[in-house]
C-alpha cells in the first residue's frame, strides 16, 4: 500500500512515517507538511492512502479529502486528529473519508485502520464515534457557520457583510441565531462553543 502522510508538524509526521515504514504492507511513497499539496502527491504516486492532520496550512484534512474523493476517488482517506471534536468526525465522512483516529492511537490501531480503509472498508475511533452520536447533528446552518468563522478574528458585522457579500443586518442577524443555538451570549463564545464541537 503506497500512503502519503501529511501534517503540518515536522516530528509527529516523521514518527508515524518511520513506524509505518516498519511494516511490510506500507510504503511511505511522499510526505507533506501542507494541505494543498496532497492532490499532486497522491497523483505523482498513485497513492492508495491518504493520512491527513486535520489542521495545516494551505487546506484542512477535511477539505484534501473532499478534493480526493473528486479528483482521486481511488485513493482511500485516513483522518488523523488530536482534536477528538464530534462535528469534526460528522464533516469528514460527510467529505468522503472513510476513516478517523486520534492522533494518540496505538500505532498497531493506525496500522489496523490504514489497512482497513485500503480493503474498502471504514475504520472509526470507538470513543470518537460515541462522542459524535451524543453531541448530534450542528445546530448552526451554512451561512450562520460562514459567519462565525468570519468573526474569528473579531472583524465588525460590516467587514464580515463586506467579505460574505451580505448586508449587516443580515450578519447581525446571522450572528444572533448563531449566539441562540449554541446557548451563548456572544458572539466570541459561541465561536468558542461551535470550534470546541467541530462545527466549524
Given at each position: 500500500?503506497?500512503?502519503?502522510?501529511?501534517?503540518?508538524?515536522?516530528?509527529v509526521?516523521?514518527?508515524?512515517?518511520?513506524?509505518?515504514?516498519?511494516?511490510?504492507?506500507?510504503?511511505?511513497?511522499?510526505?507533506?507538511?501542507?494541505?494543498?499539496?496532497v492532490?499532486?502527491?497522491?497523483?505523482?504516486h498513485?497513492?492508495?492512502?491518504?493520512?491527513?492532520?486535520?489542521?495545516?496550512?494551505?487546506?484542512?484534512?477535511?477539505?484534501?479529502?473532499?478534493?480526493?474523493r473528486?479528483?482521486?476517488?481511488?485513493?482511500?482517506?485516513?483522518?488523523l486528529?488530536?482534536?477528538?471534536?464530534?462535528?469534526?468526525l460528522?464533516?469528514?465522512?460527510?467529505?468522503?473519508?472513510?476513516?478517523?483516529?486520534?492522533?494518540?492511537?496505538?500505532?498497531?490501531?493506525?496500522?489496523?485502520?490504514i489497512?482497513k480503509?485500503?480493503?474498502?472498508?471504514?475504520?472509526?475511533d470507538?470513543?470518537?464515534?460515541?462522542?459524535?452520536m451524543?453531541?448530534?447533528?450542528?445546530?448552526l446552518?451554512?451561512?450562520?457557520?460562514?459567519?462565525l468563522r468570519?468573526?474569528?478574528?473579531?472583524?465588525?458585522?460590516?467587514?464580515?457583510?463586506?467579505?460574505?457579500?451580505?448586508?449587516?443586518?443580515?450578519?447581525?442577524?446571522?450572528l444572533?441565531?448563531?449566539?441562540?443555538?449554541?446557548?451563548?451570549?456572544?458572539?466570541?463564545?459561541?465561536i468558542?462553543?461551535?470550534q470546541?464541537?467541530?462545527?466549524?
Amino acid at each position: 500500500m503506497k500512503v502519503v502522510l501529511a501534517d503540518d508538524e515536522h516530528l509527529v509526521r516523521g514518527a508515524i512515517a518511520a513506524l509505518l515504514g516498519l511494516e511490510e504492507d506500507i510504503e511511505i511513497a511522499a510526505q507533506v507538511g501542507r494541505g494543498d499539496l496532497v492532490l499532486a502527491a497522491v497523483r505523482e504516486h498513485d497513492a492508495d492512502i491518504a493520512v491527513l492532520d486535520i489542521e495545516m496550512p494551505g487546506a484542512g484534512g477535511l477539505e484534501v479529502a473532499d478534493d480526493l474523493r473528486t479528483a482521486a476517488p481511488g485513493c482511500g482517506v485516513l483522518i488523523l486528529t488530536s482534536f477528538g471534536r464530534p462535528g469534526y468526525l460528522r464533516r469528514a465522512l460527510s467529505s468522503g473519508a472513510r476513516g478517523f483516529l486520534a492522533k494518540d492511537a496505538p500505532v498497531d490501531q493506525l496500522v489496523g485502520a490504514i489497512r482497513k480503509v485500503h480493503a474498502g472498508g471504514r475504520y472509526i475511533d470507538s470513543e470518537l464515534a460515541a462522542a459524535a452520536m451524543t453531541a448530534g447533528e450542528s445546530p448552526l446552518t451554512e451561512r450562520e457557520a460562514d459567519v462565525l468563522r468570519a468573526a474569528v478574528d473579531g472583524s465588525s458585522a460590516a467587514k464580515i457583510a463586506r467579505a460574505l457579500h451580505l448586508s449587516e443586518g443580515t450578519v447581525r442577524n446571522y450572528l444572533s441565531n448563531a449566539i441562540a443555538k449554541t446557548g451563548t451570549d456572544n458572539r466570541m463564545s459561541a465561536i468558542r462553543t461551535a470550534q470546541d464541537m467541530g462545527w466549524l
